[in-house]
């Protein structure tokens, strides 16, 4: 069987000279993809949705946070500005005309003013979760498509291995190169193509967290900031 083999391979490769000529063989990527087979196409098409969806995901998140990075640098000055002036009113419309995270924290701090710093800060801790849960929506997913793309990949990898056994038990002791071809085609193909969807989603997903976390300490420094003028002493 494997001289077999041997024979067939040697006389495809003995093919790349005919007429005397040097024939070039190339294969595009929509041959690649169809080369494996049905169960190959299956596999690469889910993982192409799940490489869409990472892209959508990614571009839709990395939009929203940059808009969430965005404010004033005398945004603060103004609301220590106006809490020291006792125009309470004017500190929320200016939180409302901003319209961020970090302007929605304060907001919800200058609602309690007058009640106790303990009790303005749990307020504060409140909103500032409900805006991590909205700049985080959707990244862990990134995080699940990382880690299930390469094994859909590898599942492609077994099933295209098994179809090419199976080729080979079932061959009678002649092997049909193109058949067992198919098989390996649908091995290689769906693993690299999930090692790449999985790599893309990986970078997507660290990049949105180290994103978010700069938003996150911008929250933090800037409510620790109000904090601190509302405890200062009168």
Do not use: W
């Amino acid at each position: 069987m494997i001289s077999n083999l041997i024979q067939d391979t040697a006389q495809e490769a003995s093919e790349v000279l005919q007429d005397g000529e040097s024939v070039e063989k190339t294969l595009s990527i929509i041959e690649l993809i169809t080369s494996g087979g049905t169960a190959g196409m299956v596999i690469i098409v889910v993982l192409i949705l799940m490489l869409i969806f990472t892209l959508y995901i990614y571009f839709e998140r990395i939009l929203t946070i940059k808009e969430a990075s965005k404010i004033d640098a005398n945004f603060m000055n103004q609301i220590k500005d106006y809490v020291s002036n006792g125009k309470i009113d004017s500190a929320q419309n200016l939180c409302s005309t901003v319209n961020s995270p970090v302007s929605r924290l304060i907001s919800k701090g200058v609602s309690r003013i007058g009640k106790p710093l303990e009790d303005i800060n749990t307020a504060i801790e409140n909103a500032g979760r409900l805006e991590i849960y909205n700049l985080e929506k959707n990244v862990s997913v990134l995080a699940t498509i990382s880690g299930a793309a390469p094994m859909i990949g590898f599942l492609g990898t077994v099933i295209g291995m098994i179809l090419s056994i199976f080729e080979i038990a079932n061959s009678g002791g002649s092997i049909d190169i193109k058949t067992l071809a198919d098989g390996l085609y649908t091995a290689m193909t769906t693993t690299v193509a999930g090692l790449i969807v999985g790599i893309v989603a990986y970078i997507a997903y660290n990049h949105l967290v180290v994103k978010t976390d700069k938003v996150v300490y911008q929250m933090e420094a800037n409510s620790l900031e109000f904090l601190d003028l509302l405890n200062e002493p009168s």
